[in-house]
């Protein structure tokens, strides 16, 4: 069941129903608020809605015994292609894009009309991924659709696309979510959490659960309880900057490790948005800070030290550090 996105979900089905459906549909919004998802729940509709039996008019809802259904659950549907980065042949890491092969595969396809019905969907996740060649083959297909096809294309930058791409789409804009859809969608992805890591969770998610589940059992409250502790108390004896880093830098904590280096640099952001202290000063540490941190793990950078630099610069925050500064 979709959470959320009312309005885009009634802008979809307002257009199918009127016989008059784009060919192409641009999904942009922030990342983690459930673009994919409603990607992947639009192209089930579609491919049920045009194959039968029917299916809900007022609801991107498809029954899961439909056939439809079935055959896209266990990835056999023959009108159906998603698009999306390739694990690396020696590793579980990603590709750093989609490639102009995997757009070039879809073209036998489009070559012939469609098995179950008279439409067929491509999905891309996300097309943001497209490497520059990929990008200029697919607008190929944009600006000469294949009949019945219908491309579902999610971006969480549009901006960075190429404007002839945007141009032949339909934009969806989409919104983070309220704190109680977030808090719905985090209890279905998590039954067996407990209350306060929910609560945690919707309050790292900023309106993004997809986000939040990142840090599902990384007890983010009490790491950014050490941040903030940083930040307002500062830490000119080095106590706390060092039992972080030995913490944070064992072995079992990787995982801990890679979201305080996301966390750290967003509380000096969010100081920098307060308007607190000097601005130019914070904005200069919130850079050093993401840039240490985005090195950190490309460039295997050892941990415990990492944390105790990236925390220094937290602690540079506080008003007493501030103040011994000035």
């Known amino acids: 069941m979709m959470l959320g996105h009312d309005e885009q979900t009634a802008a979809f089905l307002d257009a199918a129903r009127s016989g008059r459906m784009?060919?192409?549909?641009?999904?942009?919004?922030?990342q983690g608020?459930?673009?994919?998802?409603?990607?992947?729940?639009?192209?089930?509709?579609?491919?049920?809605?045009?194959?039968?039996?029917?299916?809900?008019?007022?609801?991107?809802?498809?029954?899961?015994?439909?056939?439809?259904?079935?055959?896209?659950?266990?990835g056999s549907h023959?009108?159906?292609?998603?698009?999306?980065?390739?694990?690396?042949?020696?590793?579980?890491?990603?590709?750093?894009?989609?490639?102009?092969?995997?757009?070039?595969g879809l073209q036998p396809l489009f070559a012939t009309t469609p098995s179950l019905s008279p439409r067929r969907v491509v999905l891309i996740d996300a097309i943001d991924d497209?490497?520059?060649?990929?990008?200029?083959?697919?607008?190929?297909?944009?600006?000469?659709?294949?009949?019945?096809?219908?491309?579902?294309?999610?971006?969480?930058?549009?901006?960075?696309?190429l404007p002839t791409i945007r141009s032949r789409c339909r934009l969806l804009r989409f919104s983070a979510l309220d704190d109680d859809t977030v808090r719905v969608a985090l209890r279905r992805a998590l039954p067996e959490a407990d209350d306060p890591e929910i609560d945690a969770l919707v309050t790292v998610a900023d309106g993004a659960p997809g986000n939040a589940l990142r840090f599902a059992?990384?007890?983010?409250?009490?790491?950014?309880?050490?941040?903030?502790?940083?930040?307002?108390?500062?830490?000119?004896?080095?106590?706390l900057r060092t039992a972080l880093g030995r913490t944070l830098g064992l072995k079992n904590a990787q995982e801990r490790y890679e979201a305080f280096l996301e966390r750290a640099p967003s509380r000096i952001a969010a100081e920098a948005k307060r308007g607190r202290g000097d601005m130019g000063e914070t904005v200069a540490l919130w850079r050093e800070a993401r840039d240490i941190a985005d090195r950190a793990v490309r460039q295997s950078m050892d941990p415990q030290l990492t944390v105790v630099e990236?925390?220094?610069?937290?602690?540079?925050?506080?008003?007493?550090?501030?103040?011994?500064?000035?």
Not at 52 to 74: M, Q, S, T
């Open 310 to 326: 990236i925390a220094g610069l937290v602690a540079k925050l506080a008003p007493v550090e501030r103040a011994a500064k000035g």
């Open 78 to 104: 023959p009108d159906f292609k998603l698009l999306q980065r390739l694990p690396k042949a020696s590793s579980e890491e990603l590709a750093r894009s989609i490639t102009v092969d995997q757009v070039r």
């Open 217 to 239: 059992g990384l007890d983010i409250a009490g790491l950014d309880a050490a941040i903030e502790k940083l930040a307002v108390h500062g830490d000119t004896s080095n106590a």
């Open 33 to 74: 608020i459930g673009k994919a998802g409603f990607a992947q729940a639009s192209a089930r509709w579609l491919l049920a809605d045009a194959a039968g039996p029917a299916v809900p008019k007022d609801r991107l809802v498809v029954p899961d015994d439909h056939p439809i259904a079935a055959l896209l659950e266990a």
């Open 130 to 161: 497209l490497e520059r060649s990929a990008a200029n083959a697919l607008l190929k297909n944009l600006e000469e659709p294949p009949a019945g096809t219908i491309f579902l294309l999610v971006s969480h930058a549009p901006g960075r696309l």
């Open 22 to 30: 784009h060919h192409a549909w641009l999904l942009a919004g922030p």
